[in-house]
């Protein structure tokens, strides 16, 4: 199996906090894998060092076999950010303009729209069932709605790697069951390696295929069946929940 | 007089060619800054012009080439202030504001009698605008378009989602330095048509009126041109006219273009 993400003995600090310390991991190709950990373990910024957001850290990162430093191929890699909702709703962008905007990874300079784009942004937006709201302002979508127009922006330019942060956590129940459903689809279908940040790991356990916890440092990554029989788990969640988690996968 | 007549007055054609093209600017730029949340550096920047026309009357230099590159210093200043002083925008642009008003009072208080030319750039006169101003504010107003053409999918990205922006490989930060200079130059260009203190209204105002109606980005910035046009050529039209100043008259009707779009939006939508 092919690598497309590696890190070895990854470290980072805001100033003077050490926030991530000695990280090594490697994600295979078609890889499902989970991000979790308590508040402050590190997983957004983790992810936010993965993406070039931060630059200061010691260690090796490489993505798709290529050195973080010179690596330039974004439009393989899709990213649905945190709190989608934390955009303007003032802004006044089409669902269309906005899922166009993941298309720019691909262009080079004068970056400009072409038919083969407008359609590519349609099929996206059919794969994900909101084709129907196309010229719809954005900031006027409820909260599913908008979290799936930003996903169609991460995935319009066909990523191998697709970066979820939090994805699930502004959705009702039946949204999110919808939402990872999308997701599994996109891994077993379209084989896009997926990470998924989480911080609910009793339901995430039924969907990834692997679970990586952080706490500033890997404290377990691996198959969730092999975490629930872990001494790791029961030190993070204590007997009871370690049961009450591990007994809904089972 | 008919209208024919009115058109046929060379300072007439001067100030609506220069008017227009300048509005156009004012308008694109202005609907980038108001939804990044800075609506105010048009009002900073004229203020760091105020400082930088006085300097040129103190030199004896045409002020626009005194004041075009010391507000694009002022622009650079007011971002790398927001980056490396760990300060908000907001506070970047009143720091250099104040300095850019207190140089010009300083300046002037220095000067032996340029205070009046000083001070007729305070409110602008596009009527007075010269041929040679109509040429260099055309085709400045030239430049900076293709350069936003150009730029276009990197700034529309970069204002609605900038840490996307970043993954996708923009480099945002070229991308926010083109803007500020872009809105250094476009503000000592306005400061022509409505001069120092009415120019955050030509990049405020048209934009506000298009986000009251538009259905999409492109529509935002097309509908925010049309309306700092229209207000520039009917504001300089009723100016003369009723014998109103030209600068306060396209601002006044800016105005009540946002008023009516803001009312249209509410009771007929």
């Known amino acids: ?250 | 007089m008919a209208l024919l007549d009115f058109l046929s007055y060379g300072f007439i054609q001067r100030a609506y060619l220069a008017g227009s093209f300048i509005a156009v600017l004012c308008a694109i730029l202005g609907l980038f800054l108001v939804l990044r949340k800075l609506s105010l550096i048009g009002d900073g920047l004229s203020h760091v012009s105020f400082g930088a026309i006085a300097l040129g009357l103190f030199l004896g230099f045409y002020p626009f080439y005194v004041a075009i590159p010391l507000v694009i210093v002022a622009s650079y200043l007011v971002l790398k202030l927001t980056e490396k002083a760990k300060i908000y925008g907001d506070a970047a642009i009143g720091i250099v504001s104040a300095v850019g008003i207190a140089g010009g009072v300083l300046l002037a208080s220095l000067s032996n009698g340029f205070n009046v030319d000083l001070f007729s750039y305070l409110f602008g006169n596009i009527l007075a605008i010269s041929s040679q101003e109509v040429f260099l504010s055309v085709g400045l107003s030239v430049v900076i378009l293709l350069v936003i053409i150009f730029l276009y999918n990197d700034l529309f990205s970069t204002t609605f989602d900038e840490q996307f922006a970043k993954i996708t490989g923009i480099n945002t930060k070229r991308i926010n330095v083109a803007l500020m200079f872009l809105t250094a130059i476009t503000v000592v260009l306005a400061v022509k048509v409505v001069g120092i203190m009415l120019v955050s209204a030509m990049l405020i105002l048209p934009a506000a009126t298009a986000l009251q109606m538009a259905k999409g980005f492109k529509a935002a910035m097309i509908m925010a041109a049309i309306v700092a046009v229209f207000s520039v050529l009917a504001g300089i039209t009723i100016s003369f006219y009723a014998d109103l100043p030209a600068g306060a008259t396209v601002v006044m009707v800016n105005f009540l273009l946002f008023v009516l779009s803001f009312l249209i939006k509410k009771f007929v939508r």
């Not at chain 1, 679970?211 to 993070?236: N, P, R």
């Open chain 1, 1 to 250: 199996m092919s690598i497309v993400l590696s890190i070895r003995n990854l470290s980072f600090s805001y100033d003077s906090t050490e926030v991530l310390s000695g990280v090594s991991f490697a994600i295979g190709k078609g890889d499902y894998v989970a991000l979790a950990g308590p508040n402050g373990a590190g997983k957004t910024t983790l992810v936010r060092v993965i993406l070039g957001l931060e630059n200061k850290y010691e260690g090796t990162i490489e993505i798709f076999g290529k050195d973080s430093e010179g690596f330039n191929e974004w439009g393989r890699i899709g990213y649905l950010p945190q709190q989608v909702n934390a955009f303007n709703p003032l802004f006044p962008a089409t669902v269309k303009e906005v899922v166009g905007l993941g298309l720019l990874s691909r262009m080079s300079f004068p970056k400009k729209f072409t038919r083969s784009d407008e359609t590519k942004i349609l099929k996206t937006l059919e794969f994900m069932d909101i084709a129907a709201l196309k010229d719809k302002l954005v900031g006027e979508l409820s909260g599913g709605q908008q979290q799936r127009v930003f996903l169609c922006r991460a995935l319009v330019a066909d990523p191998e790697l697709l970066v979820l942060d939090e994805p699930s956590t502004a959705l009702d129940p039946q949204t999110r069951e919808h939402f990872f459903s999308l997701a599994e689809r996109l891994n077993k279908d379209k084989k896009v390696t997926l990470i998924i940040i989480t911080h609910d790991t009793a339901d995430i356990g039924q969907y990834a295929g692997k679970l990586l916890y952080l706490d500033k440092q890997v404290v377990f990554y691996g198959c969730f069946a092999d975490f629930c029989q872990s001494k790791e788990m029961e030190k993070y969640f204590g007997p009871f929940s370690q049961h009450l988690i591990c007994h809904q996968h089972t």
